[in-house]
């Protein structure tokens, strides 16, 4: 199932157009929590590509989606063809 891209998404009620037109390009840091069990500063400096690391989330189960530091959902890991994506499951 294709989604629309998020700049052709309906936008919150009460939000004027302009508003959009205005700030809709602003940038924004967009981060998804991912708890690893026992995960330490020597494992960090050690990571290589490929490397597989288990976490603390059951699998399928949601993690936060995090905009600037804001809390604004949960979503769950899922592949698409050869990419790991998220899909939103719930908006905070």
């Given at each position: 199932?294709?989604?629309?891209?998020l700049a052709t998404r309906?936008?919150?009620a009460g939000i004027p157009d302009e508003f959009?037109?205005?700030?809709?390009w602003l940038?924004?840091?967009?981060?998804?929590?991912?708890?690893?069990r026992q995960f330490t500063v020597r494992d960090l400096l050690r990571l290589e590509?490929?490397?597989i690391l288990e976490?603390?989330?059951?699998?399928?189960?949601?993690v936060p989606v995090i905009v600037n530091n804001r809390l604004i959902g949960w979503a769950e890991?899922?592949?698409?063809?050869q990419r790991l994506s998220v899909r939103m499951t719930e908006l905070a």
């Open positions: 199932m294709a989604s629309l891209p309906d936008v919150p959009w037109d205005e700030a809709g940038p924004c840091v967009l981060s998804v929590d991912l708890t690893l590509a490929g490397d976490s603390k989330n059951a699998n399928g189960a949601d890991f899922e592949v698409v063809g």
